[in-house]
């Protein structure tokens, strides 16, 4: 067997590929995803977005003048998931879309109609909006939509820092 080490080479490295075409054609993928928040669809710039240097990621609450309640429950319970961000902090911010705030620590900018009012947005250093998170009334649920938020920061933070 003149051949032996081609076909052997061949072999190896086309089963990984047969078995990944079998695997898509069957829907063999798993239905669980790593993240808690939901990717916003298309593309959203926020433009003239500056950040200060070494911030990576900003936590914005999108929060139109007709929005009430719910930013405003949305605002205190911000606030918190900031603190619990811990030595993280100075890594990320918090912006608030749609209106002026008495914070020095939040950034204002204007409102996107293609955001929902009330929700919570995890946006990139360039202004790319990727995440978003619902809002509830309920306090057991919009905290654990906090904490789902803070693991996916936490997630994307380690990733920042390892490449």
Request: with cysteine; proline share 4%; hydrophobic share 40%.
């Amino acid at each position: 067997m003149k051949n032996k080490p081609m076909w052997l080479f061949l072999c190896c490295c086309s089963v990984p590929f047969l078995f990944a075409y079998i695997a898509v054609s069957f829907n063999w993928l798993p239905d669980r995803v790593t993240n808690n928040g939901k990717f916003v669809e298309g593309e959203i710039s926020i433009a003239g977005w500056q950040q200060e240097p070494g911030v990576l990621w900003t936590i914005a609450l999108n929060a139109p003048l007709h929005c009430t309640r719910a930013c405003t429950h949305q605002l205190n319970d911000l606030t918190n998931t900031y603190t619990a961000l811990g030595k993280n902090k100075k890594r990320v911010s918090l912006a608030i879309l749609g209106r002026e705030t008495g914070d020095s620590k939040m950034l204002a900018y204007p409102s996107l109609t293609e955001l929902e009012a009330g929700k919570l947005y995890l946006i990139d250093h360039r202004g790319l909006v990727v995440l978003a998170y619902d809002h509830s009334f309920d306090a057991q649920e919009n905290r654990m939509n906090h904490k789902g938020m803070l693991k996916d920061l936490k997630k994307l933070l380690n990733y920042a820092r390892s490449s």
